[in-house]
Nanobody, 115 residues
Framework: QVQFVESGGGLVQPGGSLRLSCAAS????????MGWYRQAPGKQRELVADITNGVTTKYADSVKGRFTISRDNAKNTVYLQMNSLKSEDTAIYYC?????????WGQGTQVTVVS
C-alpha cells in the first residue's frame, strides 16, 4: 500500500508559477512511475506529465516548455513546476502513482489561473 500527500495548488495570475508536490510513503519500493493528471470542468481527465523509473519523462503537448516534472527519490516525492500559467491550465490536478501492485490516485489539488 502507498499513501501520499499532495500540496501546492492555489490561485495565480496568468504568467505566474506554481509548484505541486506529491510525497509518497509506505511501500515506495514498488513505485515505478509518478505523475500528474488534470481535469477541467466538463472535460475528461488528461495526462499532464509523468516520470518513469525516475528518468523518462512525458508531457502533454499543451504544457511542453512550460511545465517540468521531477522526482526526488530520497524523499519519494514528485514535483510539477508550472511556469507561464494560462487560464486554460485551470483544473484539479491529481497525483498518480503506479506501482507493481496497483495504480493510485490522490484526491486532487485545485489550480486556478485568473487575472
Amino acid at each position: 500500500q502507498v499513501q501520499f500527500v499532495e500540496s501546492g495548488g492555489g490561485l495565480v495570475q496568468p504568467g505566474g508559477s506554481l509548484r505541486l508536490s506529491c510525497a509518497a510513503s509506505g511501500n515506495t519500493a514498488s513505485i515505478y512511475a509518478m505523475g500528474w493528471y488534470r481535469q477541467a470542468p466538463g472535460k475528461q481527465r488528461e495526462l499532464v506529465a509523468d516520470i518513469t523509473n525516475g528518468v523518462t519523462t512525458k508531457y502533454a503537448d499543451s504544457v511542453k516548455g512550460r511545465f517540468t516534472i521531477s522526482r526526488d527519490n530520497a524523499k519519494n516525492t514528485v514535483y510539477l513546476q508550472m511556469n507561464s500559467l494560462k487560464s486554460e491550465d485551470t483544473a484539479i490536478y491529481y497525483c498518480n502513482i503506479r506501482t507493481t501492485r496497483g495504480n493510485y490516485w490522490g484526491q486532487g489539488t485545485q489550480v486556478t489561473v485568473v487575472s
